[in-house]
């Protein structure tokens, strides 16, 4: 049985934010993938969507300028032929601020032929704008019950 596509990216994506070493995922791309990573783009201009490998790549790089990958667990994964699902709870450290940040996060990915063509990612943002606030976010009661 031969490895999944989707552990290849993973451990090249990997190696490029912290090692910065990004040979390795520039030939897990393809030419047209789309990237989607939703999330506050206001505060965080790398995420969002983009089209086309060159703009990926450049996404990866902002990553590994911004953040260190300190662990990552799998939380739950569903695996397809040229697809993959996953929950993800990442441990990252901000470089400019050496300040942890946690978070979860759902993959979609798609691959053919070995090669991303399609990802998506939700954040929880909350819980991330809270963690590069640097405090809780209070919002109004909108609803009562009862």
Request: glycine content about 4%; cysteine-free.
């Amino acid at each position: 049985m031969t490895e999944h596509s989707l552990w290849r990216f993973s451990r090249a994506l990997h190696r490029a934010i912290n090692d910065r070493q990004f040979e390795d995922i520039e030939a897990l791309i393809d030419e047209d993938v789309e990237w989607a990573i939703y999330g506050p783009i206001d505060m965080f201009p790398f995420l969002g969507a983009r089209q086309g490998k060159a703009a990926v790549l450049q996404v990866i790089r902002q990553l590994a300028d911004n953040f260190r990958v300190r662990r990552f667990d799998r939380e739950s994964i569903m695996l397809g032929v040229d697809s993959a699902s996953s929950m993800l709870r990442y441990s990252l450290t901000a470089l400019d601020s050496d300040k942890p940040i946690s978070l979860r996060v759902a993959q979609f990915a798609q691959f053919r032929a070995d090669r991303l063509i399609s990802m998506r990612v939700l954040i929880d943002t909350f819980d991330l704008v809270e963690q590069a606030l640097g405090r809780a976010i209070h919002l109004p009661k909108m609803t009562s019950v009862g």
